[in-house]
């Protein structure tokens, strides 16, 4: 959290950790937390992996431009790690740029859409794929009319009659706190406060509110005129199940569980390449008894990503 941003997690061939690129390297942006605590889990992935941290994490600064501005300095780090010496990738488009994917778990996924908005005719980087790892449409769903953000509660499970609760013990993880895993482990700051939290969950539960606050003000972006055809693709990986409640009360961010595209229909319902199922609910999908599961589905994800940016027209 304290170390370089972004980070290098994962090389492509840990026994060549030197060795240039033959895959698209992956740049995975933070969750709501603040953290990629959850991505130096995974197991090989074989491409280069660099996580991305929320620079305020310890220091409370909020990015006053929103996540507009959050998007920009994220890309100008991409941008700049992209054009370091050691940078792995060689090989350059034909108009000269660098090709790299981007995605993340939750708001992960959602800033890697305003990164690669940035990024759209940039002439050093081209994002050629998206990952969204369980990252709920942030618009107002034309099903539902609810706004799915995370510390919202939908209406009582009862009003819907096709869901059934899952019965699974969260192991102490707040419905409201996506970075939990990294709160529980880390040794960094392991002082408590008055109510038994640690100093990381009190960062989380920061960065969080402010995640929120930004994605309300959030407009997301356009992909208009001669930026038409340069969106990158996308493949989501959703959760099955749904979030374990005490009162039985659906959370916001499950209000589009049973839709395939969770809500991203209302927003462009071509924007998938692929949908991708994962065993657990949205706040235990990293799970360490998940980790294997979850690595083979984010290797399945990005190879089709892959896939698909070949089969794209060339810009």
């Known amino acids: 959290m304290r170390g370089p941003n972004p980070e ?3 090389p492509e061939d840990w026994a060549r950790p030197d060795q240039p690129s033959y895959n698209t390297p992956v740049f995975l942006i933070h969750d709501g937390g603040g953290t990629t605590f959850a991505y130096h889990c ?7 992996v660099y996580g991305v941290h929320n620079p305020y994490f310890y220091t409370g600064e909020v990015f006053e431009g929103g996540i507009p501005e959050m998007g920009r300095t994220y890309a100008n780090w991409i941008r700049q790690t992209v054009q370091e010496d050691e940078f792995p990738a060689r090989r350059r488009n034909h108009d000269g740029t660098i090709s790299i994917m981007l995605g993340g778990w939750s708001l992960g996924g959602l800033l890697s859409m305003e990164v690669a908005r940035q990024l759209a005719d940039d002439d050093v980087v081209r994002v050629s794929g998206i990952l969204m790892i369980d990252s709920i449409y942030p618009g107002k769903s034309r099903s539902t009319g609810y706004v799915p953000l995370v510390p919202t509660s939908g209406p009582p499970v009862k009003r819907f009659p096709d869901v059934e609760m899952p019965k699974i013990k969260i192991r102490g993880l707040k419905v409201d706190d996506e970075s939990s895993s990294e709160e529980d482990t880390s040794s960094d700051e392991a002082s408590t406060d008055r109510e038994g939290l640690t100093q990381n969950q009190i960062h989380s539960r920061r960065c969080m509110a402010e995640a929120v606050r930004m994605v309300r003000q ?3 972006p356009e992909w208009s005129g001669r930026l038409y055809n340069r969106r990158p693709r996308v493949v989501l990986l959703r959760a099955k199940e749904y ?3 005490k009162d039985g009360r659906m959370v916001g961010l499950d209000l589009n569980r049973e839709d395939e595209l969770l809500g991203w229909g209302d927003y462009d319902d071509e924007m998938f390449c692929d949908v ?3 065993d657990g609910h949205h706040f235990d999908m990293f799970a360490f008894e998940r980790i294997d599961a979850m ?3 984010i290797k399945k994800g990005l190879d089709r990503l892959e896939e698909c940016s070949q089969m794209m027209t060339c810009w």
Request: no cysteine; proline share 5%; charged share 25%.
């Open 243 to 245: 979030v374990p409640t």
């Open 8 to 10: 290098l997690i994962q």
């Open 295 to 297: 690595t083979r589905t």
């Open 218 to 220: 959030w407009r997301l």
């Open 42 to 48: 995974l197991e090989i992935l074989g491409r280069y």
């Open 276 to 278: 991708f199922d994962v």
